[in-house]
């Protein structure tokens, strides 16, 4: 078939499809008793300039198209997973972050890698239906389900943009046999299989494809089976006496690191995305509060300035602790899972304080642990000390759980951008950006953005549309904009413009209809929540740092004579920074000078950096921090006594950002 021909067919094969895995959902209707109060705009719908297009396009061209395919299939062709081995969930979180790129940007050249993957990876099946990496004997041990999960997730996430029956009938395949082995029939406890220290959590999130199986299938099997998996979080198993009870215990607000089953961030929190997919499905509202409360508890207790939380991978009332040094801070793979999490419950519910979270995630703890190129990403993205690169868990495989995961965070923001519902769309992010969208009506009509937010916080969005149409056009105010002013066509807008909210503005558009939207971009100085006398700088989305390319380190003579300083903040904590034009280091997007005060009340200014960019040489010796004590000394403001290891899990030499060569 000519290619060019080939394309166009899977091209409207993928723009027929609603939404999918990690992005957009191609459930039918009629098999779901709740339907999303927001859904992303279709794929390929949005273009995203800008320094967080820039971002997704190196991400997507550097690392999740240049990776070689064949060592990502080799494991399941050997079948050598056993001892703990977790190489079977490295195929399905980079294809997932594929098929997000090639819905992002559907090119003939990404085409062609995701057809090699799915062609080689289904080669491997068994005939019994097994698709994994661990021996027959070794099934059910260690990661074998938590690999199937992701195996099936990539699985269908070709299906809904594709639409090839065939691949959906492999994933049935998967999932059929998975309920063989470990299905209420099979007398084995899902729950209490997998690696001990986590106690079924991770095989337990398998319930996310399986829901999502059914939402494609209708199959009973497959809700028969997700109710199944919910059931035995509340049955004593070997692993704990009173099973996980994640449901029960979200409902009671446990905190997190109390929980019954481990407190493990990432796979607890994969178990909820699961959830959301059965709430869906039944309608039941405990599934929905749950998972709503959970959230709550992650923000009150463990999300940490920048979007981020856990220490060495684990809930742990980090929020409290997050100015002190941290060992193996803020997983780049939680991150993820956290950002995935927000994205289920800004669907659902359509409150705009998910997306808020979103944002401050997106601008910080994901974007600092991606390399300056994109082909990287870091395993922990701690709050002081030096930004390191992940080493790579499998060499054979050439990747880790982070670089894995990172991508999916990255190139879930297209879903996120902006969404419709069915009085009209609301928009989430402000970047350069052209949107084709859809009315209500379905009138095809088209946005686009010109913006330099959050270097400013100066937005204009225009209208472009055949026909005058009546609907919604809902804006996103952030919670930190005290201050909003927006106008249409150079009216001020006449309703109340509240932080922390959309602001809806419906009425008949027209042809070249304009929006202006003008954010407050004051700074604020945050106080540490545990209430010490550290401190931290935030402006609008943006946290900042210190890095030692703009303030180096300062040994005992070096320091100023005055050397305590402290931020010079006015009485509402706000403080009178200053963006400068011209970044004096290349490589660091924003730099801001910062009024201090030292101790005999002279004024001075130093410079500081966005979180993002802050240490981002990826060089021993580049160090940065966030929290700051109040007063300073230079001889003391970066503190890396624990030295780069505390950034890594593997304490061989310092792990170097590797080199791949395309195939």
């Known amino acids: 078939m000519n290619k060019i021909v080939q394309y166009l067919l899977f091209l409207f094969a993928y723009t027929v499809s609603v939404i999918s895995v990690d992005g957009q959902n191609s459930a039918g209707t009629n098999r779901l008793k709740v339907n999303d109060k927001l859904a992303p705009a279709p794929y390929g719908s949005l273009h995203i300039g800008g320094y967080v297009g820039e971002k997704m396009d190196l991400c997507i061209n550097n690392r999740v198209m240049a990776h070689d395919i064949e060592r990502l299939v080799a494991p399941f062709q050997l079948r050598n997973d056993e001892h703990w081995g977790f190489r079977c969930e490295f195929w399905g979180k980079w294809f997932t972050s594929a098929m997000l790129g090639y819905g992002y940007s559907p090119t003939c050249e990404h085409h062609d890698v995701i057809e090699k993957a799915m062609k080689e990876l289904i080669r491997t099946q068994s005939q019994d239906g097994y698709i994994g990496t661990y021996p027959v004997e070794h099934h059910l041990k260690d990661w074998d389900i938590w690999g199937r999960k992701y195996v099936l997730l990539g699985l269908i996430a070709y299906y809904d943009q594709i639409k090839d029956e065939s691949i959906l009938h492999v994933a049935e395949q998967v999932a059929d046999h998975l309920i063989m082995e470990a299905g209420p029939e099979s007398g084995v406890n899902l729950a209490e299989t997998g690696w001990i220290g986590w106690k079924g959590l991770a095989s337990s999130s398998v319930l996310e494809p399986i829901a999502l199986l059914y939402q494609r299938t209708g199959k009973q099997k497959y809700l028969d089976f997700g109710e199944y998996i919910i059931r035995l979080w509340d049955s004593p198993n070997k692993l704990t006496p009173t099973g996980i009870r994640l449901v029960r215990e979200a409902l009671n607000q446990t905190p997190l690191w109390k929980m019954s089953g481990a407190p493990k961030a990432y796979e607890m929190m994969s178990c909820f995305e699961g959830l959301c997919e059965m709430y869906r499905i039944t309608g039941n509202r405990n599934y929905l509060n749950a998972s709503r409360l959970l959230v709550e508890s992650v923000i009150r207790d463990e999300i940490m300035l920048v979007g981020s939380g856990s220490i060495a991978e684990i809930w742990c009332n980090g929020k ?3 100015h002190d040094p941290m ?13 995935k999490f927000l994205y289920q419950m800004l669907r659902l519910s359509g409150d705009s304080k998910y997306a808020d979270q979103l944002e401050i995630s997106l601008y910080n703890a994901l974007m600092a642990s991606q390399t300056p190129k994109g082909e990287w ?3 922990y993205t701690g709050l002081m000390g030096e930004r390191v690169p992940s080493h790579q868990q499998f060499g054979d495989v050439g990747m880790s759980c982070c670089v894995a995961n990172g991508p999916r965070g990255m190139l879930l923001t297209p879903s996120w951008a902006v969404m419709s519902s069915s009085v009209g769309i609301a928009i989430n992010l402000y970047a350069p950006m052209k949107a084709e969208l859809q009315t209500p009506r379905q009138q095809s009509f088209m946005l686009d953005m010109t913006t330099a937010y959050p270097l400013d916080g100066e937005t204009v969005i225009t209208v472009i549309i055949p026909k005058k149409e009546k609907f919604s056009i809902d804006l996103r105010i952030p919670a930190w904009s005290k201050k909003t002013v927006i106008k249409v066509n150079g009216e001020i807008f006449d309703k109340k413009v509240l932080s922390g909210s959309y602001a809806v503005i419906e009425r008949e558009w027209s042809d070249k209809d304009r929006i202006e939207i003008s954010f407050d971009m004051k700074s604020y100085v945050v106080d540490a929540p545990s209430g010490v006398p550290d401190a931290a700088i935030q402006r609008g989305p943006i946290v900042l740092a210190f890095d030692s390319r703009l303030v180096p380190f300062r040994h005992g003579v070096e320091a100023p004579p005055m050397y305590r300083y402290s931020f010079m903040k006015n009485e509402d904590n706000s403080i009178d920074v200053s963006l400068v034009s011209t970044p004096p280091v290349k490589e660091i997007w924003m730099t801001f000078q910062v009024p201090l005060l030292d101790e005999a009340g002279e004024r001075h200014e130093l410079p500081m950096c966005d979180y993002a960019s802050a240490g981002n040489s990826w060089k021993e010796g580049n160090l940065f921090r966030v929290w700051i004590p109040q007063p ?17 899990t593997d304490n061989s030499p310092r792990p170097t950002i590797p080199e791949f060569k395309k195939k």
């Open 320 to 322: 409290m602790r997050q």
């Open 327 to 339: 060992y193996q801070g803020l997983e780049t793979c939680v991150t993820v899972t956290w950002m």
């Open 377 to 379: 990403w870091s395993y």
């Open 632 to 648: 300073f000394d230079f001889r003391h403001l970066y503190i890396n006594n624990l030295g780069w290891s505390i950034n890594v």
